[in-house]
């Protein structure tokens, strides 16, 4: 499957950089401030998560509204094998090229910004965002985009009318 082949390049890239970075990182399973309802990800990462927990979205509740939909009770992420490519980058230092403005952006969890000023890092030792978001776009042949959350509604509602029928 290209969207797991893509996720494994990703996840080479940035365990590459969280090595670099692992003095400052404090990302760690229960650390979920970047777990936010409004994260949204590509239909065709939304397809692996809905076949990888097909009984999770039938059968199992969401977390609260204001964090992540798939945060388990002690904020550990569910999906974590099947996590979308927004969440196999998070912590780590991004950088972003506005080509209109001709302006490059930096960015990092605040948790993770207690070392060198992100500024001051050499390109390679960011992760730039691009190349990966237009390969997803390219697998998918669009730009629609999923909120995680609503996998579960969708999911919930479509178990809901199965077992109806059934009856």
């Known amino acids: ?8 390049e990703v996840d080479v890239r940035a365990k590459a950089l969280a090595e670099r970075h692992r003095e400052r990182l404090v990302c760690r399973r229960g650390c979920f401030g970047c777990c936010v309802d409004e994260i949204t990800v590509f239909e065709v990462e939304a397809a692996r998560i809905r076949d990888a927990a097909a009984t999770l979205l039938a059968e199992g509740t969401p977390h609260p509204v ?13 999906i974590y094998e099947v996590r979308p490519y927004v969440c196999r980058t998070q912590g780590l230092p991004l950088r972003w090229i506005d080509d209109e403005a001709e302006a490059e952006y930096r960015d990092i969890c605040p948790l993770n910004d207690e070392s060198d000023p992100i500024e001051t890092l050499a390109a390679e030792e960011c992760w730039t965002l691009g190349e990966f978001e237009e390969r997803l776009a390219e697998l998918q ?22 077992s109806q029928r059934e009856e």
């Open 1 to 8: 499957m290209l969207i797991e082949t893509l996720h494994g």
């Open 66 to 78: 204001g964090q992540c939909a798939f945060l388990g009770s002690e904020g550990e992420c569910r």
């Open 141 to 162: 042949g669009d730009g629609r985009r999923v909120a995680l959350r609503d996998l579960f509604s969708v999911e919930a509602e479509t178990a809901r009318t199965q």
